[in-house]
């Protein structure tokens, strides 16, 4: 019965080129059908997909919190480290771990991304600059990433060496 208001408009538009009024209680009732509908928002496959570069004032950032962070992790037992999930490079953190970087007001996906980013640029700028030797797990990095990287690597070294690695 719903069907026959569409085919009535849709023979409307084909015989005679005329468009219900914007105000027509079927357009009325459609767009009440189609708001209440839940938009479905797919899930990122990984902490960087759709994230821009990481900028120099992120950088500093993240490097006044990392030794915090690794500090906390190392004392709770957290593993947070890039992974290869379905084929691609992710990162592994908990909701503690999660729930800890929102309590100094970063978004996780994000602190977790430039975390990756950065880990990524530094082992290839360690590695002698050479692209191939960034591991599948590792995300892939931008030219102004690699650039940051090179010019921070002591602060990225110094912020990274008060604790040990994160064991994986």
């Known amino acids: 019965m719903k069907h026959i208001g569409f085919i009535l408009i849709l023979l409307a538009v084909v015989l005679y080129g005329v468009w219900p009024e914007p105000n027509c209680e079927l357009n009325t009732v459609w767009a009440a059908q189609a708001s209440a509908r839940p938009v479905k928002t797919r899930k990122p496959s990984s902490v960087y997909e759709n994230q821009p570069a990481v900028t120099e004032k992120e950088l500093w950032r993240f490097l006044e919190m ?26 592994l953190y908990s909701s503690k771990a999660a729930a800890w970087v929102q309590s100094y007001d970063w978004n996780p996906v994000r602190f977790f991304c430039v975390m990756g980013r950065m880990a990524a640029a530094l082992a290839i700028v360690e590695e002698g600059n050479d692209l191939g030797t960034r591991a599948k797990d590792m995300p892939e990095v931008s030219a102004e990433e690699l650039s940051l990287v090179r010019r921070h690597l002591g602060s990225i070294l110094k912020a990274g060496g008060d604790v040990p690695p994160i064991s994986r």
């Open 66 to 91: 990392l030794p915090q962070f690794r500090a906390w992790a190392k004392a709770t037992n957290e593993e947070a480290h890039p992974i290869l999930r379905n084929g691609r490079a992710d990162f």
